[in-house]
């Protein structure tokens, strides 16, 4: 079982950078795939970024491609998302999640999620 923890929001102006960070608890933070995921006001929640249990693979939303960065570091047990160039309609709550499986956590069927974060981007 793993706790997690969102952190980073905040405001900023359209062109302007963030990094979201999501502490996670228990010994077996190394074993567990994560992702991160938003959800708007009025939307339905999507997918943004996931990373597998090593770092090694790594898969985007086509929306974030290029300006977002998923890393992790498993012995500080901890997932980041760098997100450059924001834009308004990046503008969301950003979540954390984690599953033992990589795929379930694209989908975003992960067993383990955050509180959440806000994101907001000014024009």
């Known amino acids: 079982q793993v706790q997690l923890v969102e952190s980073g929001g905040g405001l900023v102006q359209t062109g302007g950078s963030l990094r979201l960070s999501c502490a996670g608890s228990g010994r077996t933070f190394g074993s567990y795939a994560m992702g991160w995921f938003r959800q708007a006001p009025g939307k339905e929640r999507e997918f943004v970024a996931a990373?597998?249990?090593?770092?090694?693979?790594?898969d985007y939303a086509e929306a974030v491609k290029g300006r977002f960065t998923i890393s992790r570091d498993n012995a500080k047990t901890t997932l980041d998302l760098q997100m450059n160039s924001l834009k308004p309609e990046d503008t969301a709550v950003y979540y954390c999640?984690?599953?033992?499986?990589?795929?379930?956590?694209?989908?975003?069927?992960?067993?383990?999620w955050g509180q959440g974060t806000q994101v907001t981007v000014s024009s």
């Open positions: 990373i597998n249990w090593s770092g090694g693979n790594t």
């Open positions: 999640a984690a599953d033992t499986s990589y795929p379930w956590v694209v989908a975003g069927s992960g067993d383990y």
